[in-house]
């Protein structure tokens, strides 16, 4: 397997070895597993990828999310990223499908909404625009390490409320469905996660965030924005231009990432499969005290 570096500080292309190869073999997994930790960002190219394949290989890093409720394939560990319809047409930009995956083009991590956080997510490549519909990825973990000492500190020991319907609402009102909102109430994360196999921390943050604890409200947006800034300026991103066959696996303890837009008249079709992370990949780290995650 080679090792080829593609982001500024983070990512890069395995070479080499195959989506199907890393899950049946131990020692493929271990070495695929030690690059992740490492590099944040995986991108697997030329891959014979299937749903049956895609759920074989993210199997291997953890347990996997269940979709959320309302998106396509309720009840399945896959997530159907699409815009096109039940007779194969692409869907008008005003239509909910649109929409959602107009949401998917503001910076966020995976899963923050939830009451158990995404450790991966991996995504696949099944029908592509001719231009377009690129996924940009930043690095937290270099993010966090960019930010003064004394804000560090602050940081290490702040919490954040992430709701998805706070950041669906900054596309359409309604977006979030009244079934969404009932199940995915409000969660609570420390705003540094610390992975326990190099002891390197990240900034968590997303656009689901809305809040700081003990933070009066507009301070806390103000903080929230300029350090979303920060981690996203110009010259601090790799950009993905997908081909078909492609498949990306990213770290969302240490990454954020947003969708790019495409022309509207064209399909795109993505699958995703969700890795929950487990207190082996730090979630002990963020979990807030008892009485802030009782509210």
Same mark, same amino acid.
């Given at each position: ?25 131990? +020692? !493929?997994?271990? +070495? ?110 270099? +993010? ?15 919490? !954040? ?20 909102? !009932? ?113």
């Amino acid at each position: 397997m080679d090792i080829v570096p593609l982001g500024p500080g983070f990512a890069a292309e395995l070479r080499g070895v195959t989506l199907a190869e890393i899950a049946a073999d131990a +020692a !493929a997994y271990d +070495a695929v597993r030690a690059a992740f930790e490492e590099h944040s960002v995986l991108v697997f190219r030329g891959q014979e990828v299937t749903d049956e394949t895609q759920l074989a290989f993210s199997r291997r890093f953890g347990p996997l999310e269940v979709t959320k409720v309302g998106s396509l394939g309720v009840g399945t560990n896959l997530v159907i990223l699409s815009t096109i319809d039940e007779n194969g047409n692409v869907v008008p930009a005003d239509h909910r499908l649109a929409l959602r995956n107009k949401a998917n083009q503001l910076w966020h991590t995976d899963s923050t909404f939830k009451r158990v956080p995404a450790l991966a997510s991996v995504l696949s490549a099944r029908i592509i625009p001719a231009r377009g519909g690129e996924t940009e990825y930043v690095s937290t973990r270099l +993010a966090w390490e960019r930010l003064e000492g004394l804000l560090r500190k602050r940081l290490a020991n702040s919490f !954040a409320w992430h709701d998805y319907a706070h950041s669906r609402g900054q596309i359409a009102p309604d977006l979030a469905s009244t079934e969404e909102r !009932a199940a995915l109430p409000p969660q609570c994360w420390r705003m540094a996660w610390t992975n326990p196999v190099n002891g390197r921390c990240a900034l968590y943050l997303a656009s689901h965030a809305y809040a700081i604890e003990g933070v009066e409200q507009a301070a806390a947006q103000k903080l929230l924005t300029e350090l979303m800034d920060a981690a996203t300026a110009p010259g601090l991103s790799y950009v993905h231009r997908w081909r078909k066959g492609d498949v990306v696996m990213w770290d969302n303890r240490a990454t954020m990432h947003r969708g790019r837009p495409w022309p509207a008249h064209e399909a795109r079709l993505m699958v995703r499969t969700t890795i929950s992370a487990t207190d082996a990949d730090g979630l002990e780290s963020v979990r807030p005290p008892a009485r802030q995650a009782a509210e």
